[in-house]
T-cell receptor, first 115, second 114 residues
Framework: EAGVVQSPRYKIIEKKQPVAFWCNPI?????LYWYLQNLGQGPELLIR????????DSQLPKDRFSAERLKGVDSTLKIQPAELGDSAVYLC?????????????FGPGTRLTVL | KQEVTQIPAALSVPEGENLVLNCSFT??????LQWFRQDPGKGLTSLLL?????REQTSGRLNASLDKSSGRSTLYIAASQPGDSATYLC?????????????FGKGTKLSVIP
């Protein structure tokens, strides 16, 4: 069974440019998460989807970040415009549900460098 | 707000040595605690998950313990190998925003020297 797929794996852009990350969760997983991981830190949740609905986006900086999960499968996270401080690893994870016993499976992440 | 602390931040040991990684959390009202491994440039791989009602879990050379009342967990690695070199992250699951969420520590970077 394929794991969580993310692309691109690496992205280098100049500040003020837009950037988008794509995630394909494990087949059958209804819950999808986007995490931000700064260097030397643990992942922090940005947004959680239940099917197509964003049910927890309280940590998403909505002035420049947006996300969508069309048809409740793949998801895209966008930053526009990017700032120097956005340089980090963006991790996508999925789980069958968001229950207490549901395990999250993580993708390899997209490493973003903003110059 | 739940906070998770991992000590030490980095650890270097010779091959074959046994070692212990520490994790502490401020709010004992957790559902479970999970240890992850992260290799450079890769995502997180789950190693062990301990439910709040359990005291420990074992997988091969790894043993994780949980003392929920004191807010502490340890990950014991026996007979360390160079392939164990990675960053180890501890995460606790608590309730919030109508569901359950993971709060991570900053991790311990382990280097096993051949």
């Amino acid at each position: 069974e394929a794991g969580v797929v993310q692309s691109p794996r690496y992205k280098i852009i100049e500040k003020k440019q837009p950037v988008a990350f794509w995630c394909n969760p494990i087949s059958g997983h209804n819950t999808l998460y986007w995490y931000l991981q700064n260097l030397g830190q643990g992942p922090e949740l940005l947004i959680r989807y239940e099917n197509e609905e964003a049910v927890d986006d309280s940590q998403l900086p909505k002035d420049r970040f947006s996300a969508e999960r069309l048809k409740g499968v793949d998801s895209t996270l966008k930053i526009q415009p990017a700032e120097l401080g956005d340089s980090a690893v963006y991790l996508c994870a999925s789980s069958f549900r968001a229950g207490v016993k549901d395990t999250q499976y993580f993708g390899p992440g997209t490493r973003l460098t903003v110059l | 707000k739940q906070e998770v602390t991992q000590i030490p931040a980095a650890l270097s040991v010779p091959e074959g040595e046994n070692l212990v990684l520490n994790c502490s959390f401020t709010d004992s009202a957790i559902y479970n605690l999970q240890w992850f491994r992260q290799d450079p440039g890769k995502g997180l791989t789950s190693l062990l998950l301990i439910q709040s009602s359990q005291r420990e879990q074992t997988s091969g050379r790894l043993n994780a313990s949980l003392d929920k009342s004191s807010g502490r967990s340890t990950l014991y690695i026996a007979a360390s190998q160079p392939g164990d070199s990675a960053t180890y992250l501890c995460a606790v699951k608590t309730s919030g925003a109508g569901s359950y969420q993971l709060t991570f520590g900053k991790g311990t970077k382990l280097s096993v020297i051949p």
